[in-house]
């Protein structure tokens, strides 16, 4: 792939932010470059040092667990971060266009509307597969970046990998970003193992959802190092903080305990769907490969609604393309589950 034909100009010849950390590396010395204070912190932690800018110590731990090179990954204020940061790389506002597959997940479009970067829609299918036709029907010159999310959200299924691929090959110009937030839910390997295949491929994940660390903020773009260089330099400099980069290397540690809660979470969510199931007022349940149904319901906004009544908070997806009359429910534990289901029953007394 060509990146100085795809990367902003502006981008390619900008001279970023240098910060102390950049400039000396060193782990031993009298750090009397960046303004800390040498006594300590008002907090019982040692946090009056910056943090590594580019989190090396990290990224090695996450790319041996990931057969990637450190050099491969970003780490981003969740990956809302890197889907921001691609968009600024790549799009000039006003010119350029992202390819989205909707119903799909919102960020992809609110980062372009904040940037003014244009819109191409290919919807999904109605049982929410790739329309390749309509795909390529759509890019153009100016598409410059294709989202996929899959398993996507809010439908909850993975999305053909045979058609990921076919889209990667037919445009090796543009970046078909594949976003695998819940992929840890899924039966199936990651396109992360396909990295050194496509040099437009950049694969996003997050501690957010199987790894339990939503709070933390933590999620990873895998890239072609020449792509990531390039979100390295537009990124705040210090984005990830020392007590996240530290609480990272010791889950990394810890990737079983994330494998027995996805075990227990896909087991809730097998339960939950055969209960709903049961119910009369459940249309549909479209199939999924995450942590999350997406329901049917006959009256789903009248249901919403008498479930917030109950404190028991679904998310509302009725409003959305091809999800007329669903709701996005997340599996919960069995408790939370068994609340959901008999609340419903109530509902329907
Ligand atoms: C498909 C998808 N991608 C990305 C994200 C953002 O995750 P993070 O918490 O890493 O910002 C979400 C959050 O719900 C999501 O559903």
Known sequence: MDFSQLIRKHIQSLTPYSSARDEYTGKEGIFL???????????????????????????????????????????????DEPIDLLIKAVCEPKEDHIMIMPPTYGMYKVCADIQQVRIQQAPLTEDFHIDLDSVFDGVNAATKIIWVCSPNNPSGNLLSKHAVVQILKAFPDKLVVVDEAYIDFADTTSFVDELNLYENLVVLQTFSKAWGMAGLRLGVAYAHPTLIKVLNKIKYPYNINIVTQGLLLEALDKSEQKNEYVKTIVQQREILESQLKELPNVLR?????????????????????YLLEQKIIVRDRSNVALCEDCLRISVGTEQENSALLDALKKYLA
């Open 285 to 305: 349940i479209f199939p999924s490969d995450c942590n999350q149904l997406l329901v049917k319901f006959k009256e789903a906004k009248k249901i919403f609604l």
């Open 33 to 79: 470059d960046a303004n800390e204070n040498p006594y300590g912190s008002v907090l019982d932690g040692s946090y009056n040092r910056y943090p590594d800018p580019y989190q090396w110590e990290v990224k090695t731990k996450l790319a041996q667990l990931k057969g990637v090179k450190p050099e491969n990954i970003f780490l981003g204020n969740g990956s």
